[in-house]
């Protein structure tokens, strides 16, 4: 399985990783009117991914793009 946008779950507002925009700042500087807050106003992590599927699969974080994980069986 593959799930798509990491940056969702990952990001940090202001300041995040330096080698790319947070999501904040690409959207602003590509003309979006949204937010992070818009998307994930939980706040929600990759813990749900983690504990439904912690025991029997193994994850794989790749961060090109807006990133991905990979969830593969053990």
């Known amino acids: 399985m593959i799930c798509d946008d990491l940056w969702v779950y990952e990001s940090i507002k202001e300041g ?4 790319r ?4 700042e690409h959207c ?11 998307i994930n106003p939980d706040g929600k992590d ?11 699969h193994d994850f794989r974080k790749v961060y090109r793009d807006q990133g991905y994980v990979i ?4």
């Open 16 to 19: 995040g990783d330096k080698k």
């Open 71 to 74: 969830v593969y069986p053990l």
């Open 21 to 24: 925009p947070s999501f904040d």
């Open 46 to 56: 990759l813990s749900m991914l983690y504990e439904t599927f912690g025991k029997t």
């Open 28 to 38: 602003k500087a590509h003309g979006h009117n949204i937010t992070l807050d818009d």
